[in-house]
């Protein structure tokens, strides 16, 4: 799977962002004609380009250790009309998943590797290669299509889906053994309506049994993890899934944007970039550094800093407090950037302008933002199956929940670079304070809190104010989405809540779109930051948030163990967004701190802006 510019598309080409979002290490792919699960790191060919991005790279080594080196590009190559020239080598590797298959003819079902199906490769047309059941009947042998269920558990193990042991109920085969047919009885209406039989013994289970949470018989999981062909030990009841269900795979990223170095705290980034300059033995001290500095050129742009502070961000780095901090980091330096436009140097990758906040606004927006030229590089660490994982625990090594990319000690890991443009703004810190204490003695805030730390522990919950900024990133994206000439899916959310319970305050919002080309995107979302444009979006945003085709429903519901939310007023008529563009997979939302609903009128922050 590679990245394509030219000729017909290659079968199997993705883009590099899907490698993150949608396909990466660990994930099923389909395709034409059988599905494929992308192969562990341990698998992919040497690394040939790099990408950097000094802030990002500290981050990943806190997330997965120190032994972390480098951020790699996907790798491709410009295709040729010769299909044994090296770009059809060039790519990253997969292995058929599921290997269970069934034939279209005559619906046996079987392994690809059980003597039954031959696969049959066409180097011209790759999208022709596919496995056949070449002893089936007379004519032209048919095309096998791979069976539709896997299973998987919370700790992140994927599997084959149990045909044989299906089949007899748990129990051994009374024949001892038998070819088994997979068929559709029923209408065809429902995926689970299909039918499994032995022609050993007779014997027949419907998958829709298999579906039932209640049901006595239920396998237990292998601990298997096919994209690094390991098995280990787990606990967990191994769960159905349909093959393409999206809750088979979800990424976890990590992504920072690039920043001038004159921006604060960019000391700590040229110390992390010239690292292996820096921890030698030569360098023991202060005076010792001075004389690095004076007689090595590579030492060239740490001589605007002095000595004195360059020692210190020495010894942070190498204490493990730079890493210890990295993820705090990747946001608060882009904050005190965005809020001090008139410091930033105009970089090639970014570019910001102050806007006149519109007057209507100005006692709830205190300051907009137009960010021409921006650049996004985004990561990936780890996955999950079955439940997505929480925005803080992209940090926890511990957690079962989190797949490693490879075997044994993760070396480097695939980034993407992005360009393009976005909207800033920010909240006036006094008033959001006082928000923020009174929605904290809110019931509905209460439950809302509770909720996501009973699903995701002790530290899952952000500041309160992060509800509110939530909200409203959401609100804004929908009404974007009719404006700016991009959809949903090409804007994503980028919130900076902090209460200053560790550091200075935080509160605002950074929208933006970019794409992994070298010229990135043509200014539609740009253009929304002019003054008026602004307040007639923002107003238009809050007047439709009042609200929701699906009130009363939507506006009165609050979190419970039941349903397993993580959100209040909040659904797919109002404001949620494609998950690719959500940080936070559509929780920690309520439409009542915006303004006034249905069901909640005591915490909406713009009741005097409507």
Known sequence: MTANTSLRPRVGTIRPSQMLYAYGVGALVDLPNFAVVVAGLQAWSRPEETISEPRLLTAVQAALGPQVTK???????????????????????????????????????????????TFKEDLHHPERARFEHRGCGKGKPPAVVPARFVM????????????????????????????LELSEPGSGTRSTEVLVRCHGC???????????????????CRGRHPHLRTFERCSEVAQPLLLGASNTWFGITLSALFIPVSAAG????????????????????????ESALTFNPT?????????TDLWQAVERRRNGERAQSALTDLRRPEWLQFTNPSGSQGAPDFTIAERTVPERHRSSIAQVVAAMRLRETTASIAFARIDPPDVADVDDTSSLHRVSLTTGPTFWVPA??????????????????????????????????????????????????YVLLHSLAHALINELALECGYNAASLRER?????GSDEDPMAGILIYTAAPDSEGTLGGLVAMAETATFERILSEALHRSMFCSSDPLCAEHEPSDDDGT?????????????ETSCERNNRILERGTLVETMGCRDLAFFSDAL
């Open 71 to 117: 951020l790699v590009a996907i790798p491709w190559k410009e295709e040729s009309r010769n299909p044994t020239d090296d770009w059809a080598k060039i790519g990253v590797p997969v292995i058929p998943f599921p290997r269970w298959m069934r034939c279209t003819r005559c619906n046996i079902l079987s392994t690809i590797d059980g003597g039954l199906f």
């Open 152 to 179: 998987a558990c919370v700790n992140g193990h994927l599997d084959e889906f149990p045909w044989q042991e299906f089949a007899h109920g748990y129990k051994p085969c009374a024949a001892g053994g038998g070819t």
């Open 202 to 220: 007779g014997a027949s289970a419907i998958v829709l049994k298999a579906f039932d949470r209640e049901a006595k018989e239920r396998p237990s």
């Open 266 to 289: 960019a000391i700590d980034d040229d110390v992390d970039a010239l690292w292996v300059h820096l921890d030698i033995p030569p360098i023991r001290d202060e005076s010792t550094l």
């Open 299 to 307: 030492l060239e742009m740490l001589r605007v800093y002095s000595v």
């Open 416 to 465: 993407v670079e992005s360009r393009g443009e976005g909207l800033f703004f920010r909240l006036p810190e006094e008033r959001v304070r006082a928000w923020e204490d009174a929605a904290q003695k809110s019931p509905r805030i209460a439950r809302l809190r509770d909720a996501v730390l009973h699903r995701f522990g002790p530290h899952a919950w952000p500041a309160t104010r």
């Open 495 to 499: 919130i900076y809540a902090s209460d």
């Open 566 to 578: 993580q959100h209040g007023a909040a659904c797919h008529s109002c404001l949620f967004i494609p």
